[in-house]
């Protein structure tokens, strides 16, 4: 057995049948980052200058940190770079850990990481993986000085934290890997997730109260990592890179080793770019949710109105003025604070009417008729740049769900969209069309939605192919196995079919798939599989040598259509060979799996007490599980829901649950005016 803190181990003696570990003195920190590991590890050790680096596993998994190590010591000398500061600590150990609730720990020293997050194959595991471990080293690598070397004051600036690992993580990635396309990744996934929890009056703002430790868990949320991450983009593109860096540094720098305020932050880069940095961003942090602009064409003028973007309208929850960095026109126009509800910019003639073009800063638009359907040919010929092309429909989606609009008005738009071959659009378009195909998953009207969707998917198809070619971008890679997926769950033939060989293949070791679509393989085998597919899987499973191997199976066994097979699924997952940690995962799949609607409720309610023994109080799976009943649930089930977990309270889910409840309203409203639409 080893030992391991957050500081070289100094000595170590053995007193009777015990070793006695002595590590050296820590800086001045904060409690909650204190580290302390015993077990059988290997090591997989190199040196950055001075500092020692080590990738730590269990047993016979060291060979698999080697990626880690060499990303950990890129990122770290950037990060030294960039922020003009050292690393504090004479060493620093990366560590897989088998359990772990959460995805990473940024311990001072010593991060732990779950073993799919840190170990790489380049024989089993994927492109996402490998994107994702660079990802999350980088996050944990930020905390080293955003957190570490100066840590909030208190839990209200926890999103300070998180916000700025999480963009940090993306910009330092990006730098070593452009081909990656992580910004447009980022928009996709990250402000995608951020805009749809906070269009919900449910939401909070960044900068919240906080009292006791349940509320500090449930702010662990997308709108501490994402919106703030978004608001931090926002807020670097209106000062400029260079002010923004030198504020970060001189921020670093005065509060080392001490505690610091979010408006300190906004002090330091205040001075450094001589801009209102302090009362923007208090108009971003202080206020829950985010702004709608209207955009209106008058003459020769646009006129914008900003009021708050909500899903589900409610007067009492409209207030909000922001202080918003506009700009009108897609050559590099110029920025202007709009802080009035409605401000007016002249247009000249050659400017294309283009608002926030690039989408820096952190609101959505409802163009006028004129303005949208003169935009509509500069879509389609790719005149106007990826993001503003996503944009455009991503926007006139979220404005119909919120009721606000006929779906017809985006599927006409989205014609513009056919020949695409970005993936931003792509994958968004796919995202929603696939939205729209579950929702209405068991309405009569279901194939006019269920064609169109088809028609887009087998466009994308038809371009990507099963396999992938020589030098492919990064991002079709990531595409391809969506498309796929999609198309096998629209019932197209051949899909389900090459799949089928594929599998059966696969299981008689003719021909391994691929680590990059074998999830996608396995899933439309359990799609059209029966009982004997269900015990190949299993097998799959039992036999898969890493954790990320097991959790490809671990997904696929939930797109059964046979209830019968969906609760033998369940009844798997509850047995001690799937780690508590994973729970989540095949719980969230079922519940988005149009065939297990029925069951998981029944389910979730018979063994709640059960998965919370499993998981432990004030897990951040619980809250997983609880967002994922919007997934089955619909609005005539909302009492029920609110008298269980009267009955039976989770702690720290309190807010969550509140979100749920309102999306199932969201969602059931959009569904009545679906049918409305299409009957
Ligand atoms: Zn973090």
């Known amino acids: 057995m080893t030992a391991i803190s957050n500081m070289p181990q100094i000595s170590k003696k053995k007193t009777g049948n015990k070793n006695h570990y002595t590590f050296s003195q820590t800086p001045i920190m904060s409690t909650y980052l204190i580290y302390l590991g015993v077990g059988e590890f290997e090591f997989l050790s190199s040196k950055l200058g001075k500092v020692l680096v080590r990738i730590v596993t269990t047993k016979g998994n060291k060979s698999k940190g080697k990626l880690a190590l060499d990303l950990t010591k890129k990122f770290l000398r950037y990060y030294e770079t960039y922020f003009g500061i050292k690393y504090p600590l004479p060493k620093l150990d990366m560590i897989a850990v088998p359990d772990f609730a959460a ?35 980088s996050h944990e690598l930020a905390h080293q000085w955003f957190g570490n070397l100066v840590t909030m004051k208190w839990w209200n600036d926890l999103w300070l934290n998180e916000s700025f690992a999480t963009y940090m993580a993306t910009k330092i990635v990006d730098a070593f890997y452009p081909q990656w396309d992580l910004w447009d990744q980022f928009l996709e996934s990250s402000m995608g ?28 949320d997308s709108i501490s990592y994402d919106k703030g991450g978004c608001i931090l983009r926002m807020l670097e593109y209106y000062v400029g890179s260079k002010n923004f860096k030198n504020g970060l540094h001189s921020y670093l720098t005065k509060y080392k080793y001490k505690n610091a305020a979010g408006q300190d932050l906004w002090n330091s880069i205040g001075k450094t770019s001589k801009k209102p940095v302090q009362s923007m961003m208090n ?28 899903l589900e309208e409610d007067k009492k929850h409209q207030k909000g003025l922001w202080q918003i960095p506009i700009t009108v026109g897609t050559k590099n126009p110029p920025t202007k604070l709009m802080i009035k509800k409605t401000e007016s910019f002249s247009l000249q003639k050659q400017i294309i009417p283009v608002v926030n073009s690039s989408k820096k800063s952190f609101f959505r638009i409802r163009y006028d008729e004129e303005l949208l359907s003169s935009l509509k040919p500069l879509v389609e010929n790719n005149t106007l740049n990826n993001i503003d092309r996503w944009n455009l429909q991503n926007d006139l989606f979220t404005i119909c769900v919120s009721g606000n609009e006929n779906i017809s008005k985006y599927l006409d738009f989205t014609d513009a969209y056919h020949q695409e071959k970005n993936y931003l659009s792509s994958a968004n378009v796919a995202n929603n069309l696939n939205f729209l195909y579950l929702i209405s998953f068991h309405e009569t009207f279901v194939d006019d939605i269920k064609q169109y969707a088809y028609d887009y998917f087998r466009n994308l198809f038809d371009r990507l192919g099963w396999d992938a070619k020589k030098n492919e971008k990064h991002t079709d890679t990531l595409l391809r196995g969506t498309v796929i997926l999609v198309l096998g769950k629209l019932e197209d033939q051949e899909i ?43 097998k799959l499973y039992r036999k898969a040598s890493t954790q990320e191997v097991k959790l490809r199976v671990l997904g696929a066994i939930c797109y059964f259509k046979d209830e019968k097979l969906l609760f033998k699924t369940l009844k798997f997952i509850l047995t001690n060979e799937v780690r508590s940690q994973n729970l989540a995962l095949p719980i969230i799949r079922i519940a988005g799996n149009p065939y297990g609607k029925k069951i998981m409720w029944p389910w979730l309610k018979k063994n709640w007490r059960l998965l919370n023994q499993k998981f432990g109080h004030g897990n951040p799976i619980a809250n997983r599980i609880v967002a994922s009943i919007s997934l089955f649930a619909n609005d005539t089930m909302q009492k029920e829901i609110k008298n269980f977990f009267k009955k039976n309270p989770t702690p720290g889910t309190e807010m969550t649950l509140a979100q749920t409840l309102e999306r199932i309203r969201i969602h059931s409203r959009f569904l009545k005016h679906l049918k409305t639409q299409f009957q």
């Open 103 to 137: 995805g990473a720990m940024e311990n001072w020293g010593a991060i732990t990481f779950r073993e799919t997050i840190l170990l790489y194959d380049s024989k089993t595991s994927s492109t996402k993986t490998k994107q994702y471990i660079a990802e999350v080293i």
């Open 193 to 220: 997730a951020a805009m749809a929890l906070d269009g919900l009056k449910t939401s909070h703002p960044i900068d919240v109260k906080v009292r006791k430790p349940s509320e500090i868990r449930e702010i662990f």
């Open 283 to 310: 108009s971003w942090i202080k206020q829950i949710g985010f702004p709608l602009v209207n955009v209106e064409k008058k003459n020769s003028k646009l006129v914008l109105t900003q009021k708050r973007f909500l």
């Open 496 to 538: 389900l079919d090459e799949a089928e060989r594929r599998f059966d293949a696969h299981v008689k070791n003719k021909k391994i798939i691929k680590p990059d679509l074998s999830e996608v393989v396995f899933s439309l085998a359990a799609w059209n599989g029966n009982e004997q597919t269900f015990e190949k899987l299993i």
